[in-house]
């Protein structure tokens, strides 16, 4: 069976004879068709491994619709102000480029000691895709500011918004000054 890397160490003889040889580092070796073939494998199974991890919306939402967010914190805690966040994750549509791409809720209600709800609703610009919950912000009765990110401070969520909205927002013809002061030549 045939190594992939050659680890022989060169001799003194060899130094002289083969310019190859002049580094002391392993030497890779591997036929151009198992090449492409180990290349097209660690594509698709990146691919794969990638899907896997990507988060699957649960709700579809559409706009003038609400999105309920439940923040249950480990101990008790009053809450003055609180912000979620949920970003665009997929392209956004051609005919949308004008629309927005992060849906916030801002108002925390307070459910129990360790509970508050934010709702989150779709507006009318809002364009369609997956948006992910990327961003938790919280404020206490005592001014102390904390933020939470995915992954590390909770599961990533996220919905997917359908909206049918269409932009109709010209481009610019034309950009002049038109300072009385100071007339255009």
Known sequence: MMSLFDLSKPNGADLFRNARTLTQYPTFKMSRSRFLAACLSLTVLTGLAAAEDAPQATVVLHPGETAHVLLTFKAPISLRGALVRFSLQTPVPDDQKEFDRIIDGTAPVKLSETSYELDV?????????????????????????RGFLPGKDFTPITICVRNEGRAEFPGLKNVQLTDKDHPNP
């Open 121 to 145: 609703k779709v507006g009318p610009h809002v364009a369609s895709g997956t948006y992910i919950l990327n961003l938790i912000n919280a404020t206490n009765a005592q001014d102390l500011f």
